[in-house]
């Protein structure tokens, strides 16, 4: 599996954003897909999840009705909408793959495959 995340850039506190995850590879829609931020000196941190074929996305509080995590089949897509950034949103995103099971764990080391990191900048 492979992913490659797009879309970061530098934004004002209360503007938007939206990052893509694009994904490749075999049996690729067999995977939950993920989103992580980590900040200098940090591990990354849970942000949500979203299964393919799925209309249901799942958050981390610091970011519920904010972030808008949602899948394209089609396109084999994964994107992070976030609206309402403010300066802690600031951070390097990753998007990860996790296997099938029926729980989804939200620890980063439960994930199998990574894509590269996309920086997301809030200025006050």
């Known amino acids: 599996v492979q992913l490659q995340a797009s879309g970061g850039g530098l934004v004002q506190t209360g503007g938007s954003l939206r990052l893509s995850c694009a994904a490749s590879?075999?049996?690729?829609?067999?995977?939950?897909l993920g989103w992580f931020r980590q900040t200098p000196g940090t591990g990354r941190q849970f942000v949500g999840f979203?299964?393919?074929?799925?209309?249901?996305?799942y958050y981390t509080n610091s970011v519920k009705g904010r972030f808008t995590i949602s899948a394209d089949n089609a396109k084999s897509t994964v994107y992070l909408q976030m609206n309402s950034l403010k300066p802690e949103d600031t951070a390097v995103y990753y998007c990860?793959?996790?296997?099938?099971?029926?729980?989804?764990?939200?620890?980063?080391?439960?994930?199998?495959?990574w894509g590269q990191g996309t920086q997301v900048t809030v200025s006050n």
């Open positions: 990860a793959a996790q296997g099938s099971r029926l729980r989804v764990a939200t620890d980063p080391g439960e994930f199998d495959y």
């Open positions: 979203v299964r393919w074929n799925s209309d249901r996305a």
């Open positions: 590879g075999r049996a690729v829609k067999a995977y939950t």
